[in-house]
């Protein structure tokens, strides 16, 4: 079946170097993506989102680069803080209403 | 941004008791609010969809009789888990989709369920 993916399941950075993670998709027609950060015992929190006809975006000290070619998405965390300690998880929607998570991947910032 | 209240925060119950969660939408009107399961270290795994003033589509594998879902009004959905047993402790969080302000989903806090 479908699935959203991601490369590392655990990703360790110093605190105020750059953070970057990855997700793979599988389904071509997904037109919708977004992240997410989930702290421990909290519902997941939205980050950025971006939609197909889009390549990049940024937010504040985040930015998300879609590769539609290759069916990738990585989200790019500026200056990393001790704060964005946190699993984030990927989304992906088709123009339906459901949404594909994918596996996550935990950010662990080192002082 | 918009608001997803989700209530309780944290339940213990024992084995053969039914437990209500309630998700509200509190600054704007859900149509579709989704309930979600998530164990240990894992990711999100969507049990239904809820639509307001019709019956709830559930994902292969969910047992609609064991997760009886109700979205009674444009802001509150409630799942509620008949008949707990241990197996069903788990970490349960609502979405709800706000309509007009794209694509997102608004998460709620999520809900510790644990049956001894």
């Known amino acids: 079946g479908e699935s959203v993916g991601l490369h590392l399941p655990t990703l360790s950075v110093q605190e105020g170097d750059n953070s970057i993670i990855n997700c793979a998709y599988s389904?071509?027609?997904?037109?919708?993506f977004i992240w997410y950060k989930q702290e421990s015992g909290k519902g997941p929190q939205f980050i950025i989102d971006?939609?197909?006809?889009?390549d990049k975006r940024q937010g504040q000290r985040v930015t998300v680069l879609l590769n539609k070619t290759v069916k990738h998405l990585s989200l790019q965390i500026a200056a990393t803080q001790p704060g964005d300690s946190a699993v984030y998880f990927c989304?992906?929607?088709?123009?339906?209403?459901?949404?594909?998570f994918g596996t996550g991947t935990r950010l662990k910032v080192l002082a | 941004g918009a608001v997803v209240s989700q209530h309780p925060s944290r339940v213990i119950c024992k084995s053969g008791t039914s437990v209500k969660i309630e998700c509200r939408s509190l600054?704007?009107?859900?149509?579709?609010m989704f309930w979600y399961r998530q164990f240990p270290k894992q990711s999100l795994m969507l049990m239904a969809t809820?639509?307001?003033?019709?019956?709830?589509?559930?994902e292969q594998g969910v047992e609609k009789d064991k997760f009886l879902i109700n979205h009674a009004s444009l802001t509150l959905s409630t799942l509620t888990v008949t008949s707990a047993h241990p197996e069903d402790s788990s970490f349960y969080i609502c979405?709800?989709?706000?309509?007009?302000?794209?694509?997102?989903?608004?998460f709620g806090s999520g809900t510790q369920l644990s049956v001894l």
């Open positions: 989304a992906e929607s088709s123009g339906t209403y459901k949404y594909i």
């Open positions: 971006i939609r197909s006809n889009m």
């Open positions: 600054d704007f009107q859900a149509t579709t």
């Open positions: 979405s709800a989709k706000a309509g007009g302000r794209g694509e997102k989903l608004f």
């Open positions: 389904n071509s027609a997904s037109d919708y």
């Open positions: 809820s639509n307001e003033g019709s019956k709830a589509t559930y």
